[in-house]
Each structure stands twice: as structure tokens, then as C-alpha cells.
């Protein structure tokens, strides 16, 4: 079976999960009840957007696809005016991503609802994570809404409130800054989805699209703080997952988007592109080569013990190590990145589970004592993530290289300008939502 062919399977299968009720939802685990958010990037239906801008790049949309793309413009565009969750992958900005990549222009409702929503001091969650108030990361705060705000047209007056905020939260660590979920939370994770990397990231972005040198610097301190505590040895560059290691009982090291150093190469392509020289001594090139380095001679995506592997998706597996390879293979034209791109891609066909309603996967948590999951439907822990990633690689082996990008905004600043179709130049601060 090709990559495309499996990647249609698995669509195929997310597509037989659709249910309609007040708008399309899916359930995140087949068969079973809606995501707590039904609307969310991370597990909902926007998450299923991405997936439909990648394949009507190669093809048109079916009958069905086109009715599903038109009900998820609807229902995430009426919502928006009375959302209350700002965030990237639960809420308002993961609204902005899914209504640019299906119906470009509809997004600024969603902006206009952050302008709104946002404090001095960054963006209040509703989620239910122990704390009150703003929080930093990619995953549910100020850095994950500034990287929608950097990639939508009209996005950029949010840029500044939630830089001021991340300058507020910023806590001096060895060798540079530090941030966490939230000041004074329990640990620091410092990859790319709760922590510094991810943090030092959306200062970067904003400090370029801003001329603000300040934001710059607090990106360039991050990012000295990580090379002050990470390993470095045989050309790489890994971190732990949660510092202090004690807050954790699994493997101290991972490799993925989310803690490793799959993650954490975003940020130095995010310095590159705002012009930053050099960070300790390395070039942001290098660092970047570095991080990517460590995931390929880590013996991923093979399962070499209980723990060290055991997701396929794009959050925390094997679709979001391939699909961050892609990115680099196609910024730089390496083929020791499109030949990794490809290992992870065949991990996937050997894996999937097939027949008559698609393809889907399970992965692993060794710890039960029914270690094998259910299959999940999500861009970030399932199929749909997953089916995205193959069908991008399809075209990549079809047209090369400079094949056309569906970018987002966890990682529009690591490919090609000329490839993205979706992120455009800002517009003037006078034309932006402004606070």
C-alpha cells in the first residue's frame, strides 16, 4: 500500500466516525462520545481542517468532504463570537487555523474575539488545570495564540499584548530565561508544547513581525538557557521532558513534537528566521540540525523498550516526527531529512490496522494492563493527524521538494516562503485587530 493510499484509508476511517449533531463532531475514540471540546484543534473537528486543505491540494473535495468542510466553517465561525477559551489547540486560536485553512477571511471573527479577550497580562483559560488566570505555553496559552496570531492576516496587534505577557512570566534560569505552564508551577518542561521552546518560539515571531528588539533578546536568553542544560553530546541536542525528572516516572528523554528535541528544532528555525546570528556560539542552523540529529539516531520509531515509543500520532509519536522532517527536508533540501521522513512513514503502513472501514491505528501505554488503546480519530493523537502526514509525503515523492506546503501555525517559520499557501505577509499594524 503507497503512503497515499494508506493515508486516504485512514481518511476514509475518520471521515465513517462523522457524526452531526448542532454541526459535524467526531468522537475522539471510535465509538465513543465527543472530545470534552468538540470544536478543538487538538481533538476535535478542527482538527480535521488540516487534513481537508491537504488533499484538496492533489484532488477535489468528494460530495461528502465538501459538506463536512462547509459545517465546520459554520459551526467554529458562529461559536466564535461567544467562545471563552483563547487557546491554540482547545480553543478561539485553534478556531483561526481551521477557518483560514477551509475559508480563508472567515478567520477574523475568532481574532476579533481574542482582541476581546485578551488582559495585560496575556489570555484567562477555562480549562480545568489547576490554575486560575493566564498561562504561557503552546499548548493552552499567550505563546500558542501569539503563533495563529504571527501566521493569520490581521492577526498581529495581538502579537504585543501577548509578548508584554511573556516577558512578565519570564524567570531567570542558568545561563538565560525560563518558562513554565506558569510562574511557580510545579516543573519546568522546557520542549516545544509547555515550556521555554515553545515560549522562546512566539517571542521570536513577534519580535520579528514587531521590530521588537526586546522580545527578540527574551527569545535569544531562552534559548541560551536550553543550551546551558542540554546534552549535547555526538553532534545533538536533547533536554529531559520535566525538570525536576522526579515530577515524572517514565522515560526522562523523549523524542517528539511536544517534550523532545522534534519540538524544540522549531525554535531555531524561528530565530533563524528572525535573523538571529548565533546562540552560544552555534548558528541557529546548526542548533536546529542538532535537535534533528538526536531524533535520527535515537532508534526512533522502533519500539526498543516498554515506554521509549509507543505513539504513532502527531502530538507525541511517530506522524509528528515525520511530518517536522518534512518541514526540514523541504527548508533546506536534505535528504537525510526526507529519507527519516520516510522511516517514520513505513513505521506507520506496517502498523496500521486495516479493513473494509479504513485504516487507523493503536498505540501503546505499557503501564495498563491492557496495554494496547482503542484507535483514535484526532489530528494531534489519531488517525486524522496521521492520514495528513502521508498524504503531504505522497505529494513530496510525486512533485519533489518544492512541493506546495498546507502550513499552520506550529510551523509555518520552518518552511520555505515561497512553498507556504496559507501565511501571508502581515499586514500594516493600522490593519490588524488591534487591542
Do not use: K
Not at 513534537?257 to 548565533?278: D, K, Y
Request: glycine fraction near 12%.
Amino acid at each position: 500500500m503507497t503512503y497515499r493510499e494508506l493515508g486516504e484509508a485512514a481518511w476514509a476511517w475518520v471521515l465513517g466516525q462523522v457524526r452531526e449533531q448542532d454541526g459535524p463532531w467526531v468522537p475522539e475514540v471510535a465509538g465513543d462520545a465527543p472530545a470534552p471540546d468538540r470544536d478543538s484543534l487538538y481533538a476535535g473537528i478542527a482538527g480535521l481542517a488540516p487534513v481537508l486543505a491537504e488533499i484538496r491540494v492533489y484532488r477535489e473535495l468528494t460530495a461528502a468532504e465538501r459538506t463536512l468542510a462547509d459545517g465546520i466553517v459554520s459551526r467554529l465561525a458562529a461559536q466564535a463570537a461567544a467562545r471563552t477559551e483563547p487557546s491554540l489547540f482547545d480553543g478561539l486560536a485553534g478556531d483561526v487555523t481551521a477557518l483560514r485553512l477551509l475559508a480563508p477571511g472567515r478567520e477574523e471573527v475568532a481574532l476579533r474575539r481574542l482582541a476581546e479577550l485578551a488582559t495585560p497580562a496575556g489570555w484567562d483559560t477555562t480549562l480545568d488545570l489547576g490554575h486560575q488566570g493566564p498561562l504561557s505555553d503552546v499548548i493552552s496559552g499567550s505563546a500558542g495564540i501569539m503563533l495563529a496570531a504571527a501566521w493569520a492576516p490581521g492577526g498581529t496587534g495581538l502579537l504585543g499584548t501577548g509578548g508584554e505577557a511573556l516577558l512578565a512570566a519570564a524567570e531567570p534560569a542558568e545561563g538565560g530565561l525560563d518558562w513554565r505552564m506558569w510562574p511557580g508551577y510545579r516543573s519546568s518542561n522546557p520542549n516545544f508544547s509547555h515550556g521555554t521552546a515553545g515560549v522562546a518560539t512566539a517571542l521570536a515571531l513577534a519580535g520579528a513581525a514587531l521590530g521588537r528588539a526586546d522580545l527578540l533578546d527574551a527569545a535569544r536568553r531562552g534559548a541560551e538557557h536550553l543550551l546551558a542544560i542540554a546534552a549535547l553530546d555526538d553532534g545533538g541536542f536533547v533536554l529531559e521532558h520535566t525538570i525536576p525528572r522526579s515530577q515524572r516516572e517514565v522515560e526522562p528523554v523523549t523524542y517528539t513534537w511536544c517534550h523532545g528535541p522534534t519540538g524544540t528544532s522549531l525554535l531555531f528555525a524561528a530565530l533563524a528566521h528572525a535573523g538571529v546570528e548565533s546562540v552560544g556560539g552555534y548558528s541557529p542552523a546548526q542548533l536546529r540540525d542538532r535537535c534533528l540529529h538526536s531524533v535520527l539516531t535515537s532508534g526512533v520509531p522502533q519500539r526498543l523498550r516498554p515506554g521509549f515509543w509507543d505513539n504513532d500520532g502527531r502530538c507525541c509519536g511517530t506522524a509528528g516526527v515525520g511530518d517536522a522532517l518534512l518541514d526540514a527536508a523541504q527548508d533546506t533540501g536534505s535528504q537525510r531529512y526526507l529519507d527519516g521522513a520516510r522511516t517514520m512513514a513505513d513505521a506507520l503502513v506496517e502498523r496500521a490496522i486495516r479493513d473494509d472501514s479504513g485504516a487507523r491505528w493503536r498505540f501503546i501505554e505499557y503501564r495498563d494492563e491492557e496495554p494496547l488503546l482503542p484507535p483514535r480519530t484526532t489530528w494531534m493523537q489519531g488517525a486524522a493527524g496521521i492520514a495528513a502526514f502521508l498524504l503531504r509525503l505522497a505529494r513530496v515523492e510525486s512533485a519533489g521538494g518544492t512541493a506546495p506546503i498546507v502550513d499552520r501555525p506550529d510551523q509555518w517559520w520552518a518552511v520555505p516562503a515561497r512553498l507556504r499557501l496559507f501565511r501571508e505577509p502581515s499586514p500594516a499594524a493600522g490593519d490588524s485587530v488591534s487591542m
